[in-house]
């Protein structure tokens, strides 16, 4: 019999917390504070909808940060938004 076993379970890390955001310790269920390496802005439990809004406006963060967030940001709200309203 095969028996597969994997130590990570939930949904997989956005790449902002690989490039962007410093992770800090576990808040409990897969939440995480973090911290802007470019501003050092913290936030007590991160979630990355609000950390890939605050790099398109982080004015430490290099442009073509802010650029890339901006873009996925605008696909993001507009998909947000279709949601609230339908």
């Keep these: 019999m095969l028996i597969l076993s994997s130590n990570?379970?939930?949904r997989p890390f956005s790449e902002i917390w690989k490039t962007d955001i410093k992770r800090g310790e576990s808040k409990?269920?897969?939440h995480y504070s973090?911290?802007?390496q470019y501003c050092s802005t913290h936030w007590k439990?991160?979630?990355?909808?609000?950390l890939k809004i605050h790099l398109t406006k982080c004015n430490l963060a290099p442009n073509e940060v802010?650029?890339?967030h901006s873009i996925l940001g605008g696909h993001?709200?507009?998909v947000l938004l279709f949601i609230k309203f339908s």
């Design 34 to 36: 973090g911290t802007c």
């Design 45 to 50: 439990r991160a979630k990355s909808v609000s």
């Design 76 to 78: 993001l709200l507009l």
């Design 66 to 68: 802010r650029d890339i």
């Design 28 to 30: 409990g269920n897969g």
């Design 8 to 10: 990570k379970s939930g």
